[in-house]
């Protein structure tokens, strides 16, 4: 039995609920912003109308007004979009129990054996989130999940793609190579340069060849390009945590190494609080760099001990930050916004293992402290405990200046 794959997408998902929640801005160029004053100015989302002058997800806002003067801007309201996420992801259920998120907006199902058909399931969803939501998705209909993607994609807003095993040869290959997914900016030039530049020259290309040039990745693009991807819809696969990160665009540029060893403790804080809810541990850091002129450098480090408290991660982080920097003080241009994420989670109760050079009884006091840490800023809010490290400069942490002064310091 062949299999009946959907993935629904919706279309501009944020504008379009803004657009819902504010009629009078429908047709008009609008796009969802972070705050300018917070110095989070980039795009988030746009309308159809807004993407007609060029105005592109994830520029800054000085650009897309360049290209569209008039455009409209409107702060994002985050709650929302995940109420409507779940309405949306209970309707599927109502047609399949194998759903697997993909991001807030969108969505495959596995229709295979269920009495509704690919097509009918898809035409319903389009007529619930039009009728019961008021947005639109599109929805492709295919025999596998990177083709079904692909089909939501190729017709926008508010349509039904279909792609058979028959007929994908046709309709796919001829679009550019980057249009399949997993097939980022990076290797779109790599492949550019073996002048591989659809995915019917992928998909002719020889796998062994990919292999080479890209290692196991490069056969499963020629996989995912020859329509062999058999990848299950897994329901448990957005439970899966693979990464925990946290990033921030302070008020101000960070000038000085101390602003941003301050600012990758406070980073680090709320990250390993995050691991310690979900009872994890890391082997790996990474840190992003951003500076002023967009431009972003990332680095990680794996580590020979599993770590699970804000020390080790901020002082991990930091010297990949001194890697870069090499003295690790700034010397050509300041710091615009840091992300510090941890990945190659492990269960905590695998987790404890200490150098040679380390008490373990002293370990485990620390832990405990981070523990009771925790709980008194569950009850009593972020600001209650700080470590000494970030009241440098509160408001730039995020902190409100006018907050009493935490009774204690760690």
């Given at each position: 039995?062949e299999?009946?794959?959907?993935?629904s997408?919706?279309?501009?998902?944020?504008?379009?609920v803004?657009c819902?929640?504010?009629?009078?801005?429908?047709?008009?160029?609008?796009?969802?912003?972070?705050?300018?004053?917070?110095?989070?100015?980039?795009?988030l989302?746009?309308?159809?109308?807004?993407?007609?002058?060029g105005?592109k997800?994830?520029e800054?806002?000085w650009q897309a007004?360049?290209?569209c003067?008039?455009l409209?801007?409107?702060?994002p309201?985050?709650?929302?979009?995940?109420a409507?996420?779940?309405?949306?992801r209970?309707?599927y259920?109502t047609?399949?129990?194998?759903?697997?998120?993909f991001?807030?907006?969108?969505?495959?199902?596995?229709?295979?054996?269920?009495?509704?058909g690919?097509?009918e399931?898809?035409e319903?969803i389009?007529?619930?989130?039009?009728e019961?939501?008021?947005?639109t998705?599109?929805?492709?209909v295919?025999?596998?999940?990177?083709?079904?993607?692909?089909?939501?994609?190729?017709?926008k807003?508010?349509?039904?793609?279909?792609?058979?095993?028959?007929?994908?040869?046709?309709?796919l290959w001829?679009?550019?190579?980057?249009?399949?997914?997993?097939?980022?900016?990076?290797?779109?030039?790599k492949?550019?340069?073996?002048?591989?530049?659809?995915?019917g020259?992928?998909?002719?290309?020889?796998p062994?060849?990919?292999?080479i040039w890209?290692?196991?990745?490069g056969?499963?693009?020629?996989r995912?390009?020859n329509?062999l991807?058999?990848?299950p819809?897994?329901?448990a696969?957005a439970?899966?945590?693979k990464s925990?990160?946290?990033?921030?665009?302070?008020?101000?540029?960070?000038?000085?190494?101390?602003?941003?060893?301050?600012?990758?403790?406070h980073?680090?804080?709320?990250?390993?609080?995050r691991?310690?809810?979900?009872?994890k541990?890391?082997?790996?850091?990474?840190?992003s760099?951003?500076y002023?002129s967009?431009?972003?450098?990332?680095?990680?480090?794996?580590l020979s001990?599993p770590a699970?408290?804000?020390?080790q991660?901020?002082?991990?982080?930091?010297?990949?930050?001194?890697?870069?920097?090499r003295?690790?003080?700034?010397?050509?241009e300041p710091i615009?916004?840091?992300t510090?994420t941890?990945a190659?989670?492990?269960p905590s109760d695998e987790g404890?293992?200490c150098?040679?050079?380390?008490?373990?009884?002293?370990?485990?006091?620390?832990?405990h402290?981070?523990?009771a840490?925790?709980?008194?800023?569950?009850r009593?809010?972020?600001?209650i405990?700080?470590?000494g490290?970030?009241l440098?400069?509160?408001?730039?942490?995020?902190?409100?200046?006018?907050?009493?002064?935490?009774?204690?310091?760690?």
């Amino acid at each position: 039995m062949e299999r009946i794959i959907l993935h629904s997408d919706c279309n501009s998902f944020y504008a379009s609920v803004e657009c819902r929640n504010h009629p009078e801005l429908k047709g008009k160029p609008v796009a969802v912003a972070g705050s300018v004053e917070d110095r989070h100015g980039i795009i988030l989302a746009k309308t159809p109308e807004a993407a007609k002058y060029g105005v592109k997800t994830a520029e800054a806002i000085w650009q897309a007004k360049q290209k569209c003067p008039d455009l409209i801007l409107v702060p994002p309201h985050f709650r929302e979009y995940v109420a409507i996420s779940k309405q949306l992801r209970a309707f599927y259920d109502t047609l399949t129990d194998r759903v697997e998120p993909f991001g807030l907006d969108e969505c495959w199902l596995d229709l295979t054996g269920c009495p509704c058909g690919g097509v009918e399931a898809a035409e319903r969803i389009r007529a619930y989130a039009k009728e019961a939501i008021g947005i639109t998705v599109s929805v492709g209909v295919s025999f596998n999940k990177i083709f079904a993607k692909l089909g939501s994609d190729l017709k926008k807003p508010d349509a039904v793609t279909v792609i058979q095993a028959s007929d994908f040869k046709e309709k796919l290959w001829h679009l550019p190579v980057s249009d399949l997914l997993f097939v980022g900016r990076a290797t779109t030039a790599k492949l550019a340069r073996y002048h591989i530049h659809t995915i019917g020259q992928l998909a002719q290309t020889a796998p062994d060849t990919l292999r080479i040039w890209f290692g196991k990745n490069g056969e499963q693009l020629w996989r995912f390009a020859n329509g062999l991807d058999r990848s299950p819809v897994d329901e448990a696969a957005a439970d899966t945590i693979k990464s925990i990160g946290n990033g921030c665009t302070p008020y101000r540029d960070l000038a000085s190494s101390e602003d941003v060893r301050m600012m990758l403790y406070h980073l680090s804080e709320q990250v390993t609080r995050r691991m310690r809810q979900l009872q994890k541990k890391t082997l790996c850091v990474r840190l992003s760099v951003r500076y002023p002129s967009m431009e972003c450098h990332s680095m990680q480090k794996k580590l020979s001990q599993p770590a699970g408290r804000t020390p080790q991660i901020a002082e991990t982080a930091w010297d990949l930050f001194c890697r870069r920097n090499r003295s690790g003080h700034i010397q050509t241009e300041p710091i615009r916004a840091l992300t510090v994420t941890v990945a190659d989670l492990i269960p905590s109760d695998e987790g404890f293992c200490c150098s040679l050079l380390e008490d373990p009884e002293q370990v485990l006091r620390l832990e405990h402290l981070d523990s009771a840490v925790d709980k008194l800023k569950n009850r009593y809010g972020e600001q209650i405990v700080q470590r000494g490290i970030v009241l440098r400069d509160p408001r730039c942490c995020g902190m409100d200046p006018a907050f009493p002064k935490p009774f204690s310091s760690a």
